[in-house]
């Protein structure tokens, strides 16, 4: 356990649905990122923010997708209108800048699955 | 082109055999490297992590760095069935850009 956490760990929706996902990250940390890993891939980045300000979203963000970190503390992610190719496995990492130094720790994820 | 490319695998070795993991990647500014080991269904785990050219070892993980090849290696010593996992490498702290994995087995 990474002490970051992630709800709800499964999640099943019909197309066109919306979910949203809630991660927990460990609470000295200042950065917080999301990640989108399908099967047989690797993690690809999303979104970060510095505290509550979200710095940077991927072109893989459509503007179906939005996520919110009010008060620099937990964080959401929201995928509206559901497609069938936004089934992964949506992670959630955290941590603290210390110079040029960052080490990032991962949540156990939210496996989406739209049907 | 992707920008960091690993052995795809799967790997399996018997157990004691000395595992050796690759990625290279094309961007020569990058100067943070990563191993991550994942479990099934899991998030992943860092396990190395590496500023710049050169080895760094911790127990039975080696991770090495050769920036002028853009060429990074993870060893693992004297495996064993609980290293059975994919392993991921990452470059880039931060916004980090992944390979996509290597499956290792380590048979008993």
């Known amino acids: 356990d990474t002490g970051v956490s992630q709800n709800p760990r499964h999640k099943i929706t019909k197309r066109g649905q919306n979910v949203t996902f809630r991660c927990d990250p460990i609470s000295e940390h200042n950065r917080l990122y999301w990640y989108r890993q399908t099967l047989g891939q690797g993690p690809e980045f999303l979104t970060y923010f510095q505290n509550e300000a979200q710095l940077e979203k991927s072109r893989l963000l459509s503007d179906r997708f939005s996520a919110e970190r009010p008060k620099g503390s937990f964080s959401t992610l929201e995928i509206q209108r559901t497609e069938q190719g936004d089934s992964a496995m949506y992670l959630c990492a955290s941590s603290l800048v210390m110079g040029d130094q960052e080490t990032q720790y991962f949540g156990p994820g939210t496996r989406l699955l739209v049907l | 082109q992707k920008e960091v490319e690993q052995d795809p695998g799967p790997l399996s070795v018997p157990e004691g055999a000395i595992v050796s993991l690759n990625c290279t990647y094309s961007n020569s500014a990058f100067q943070y490297f990563m191993w991550y080991r994942q479990y099934s269904r899991k998030g992943p785990e860092l396990l190395m992590y590496t500023y710049s050219s050169g080895n760094k070892e911790d127990g039975r993980f080696t991770a090495q760095v050769d920036k002028s090849s853009k060429y990074i290696s993870l060893f693992i010593r004297d495996s064993q069935p609980s290293d059975s996992a994919t392993y991921l490498c990452?470059?880039?702290?931060?916004?980090?850009?992944f390979g996509d994995g290597t499956t290792l087995t380590v048979k008993p």
């Open positions: 990452a470059i880039d702290a931060g916004k980090s850009t």
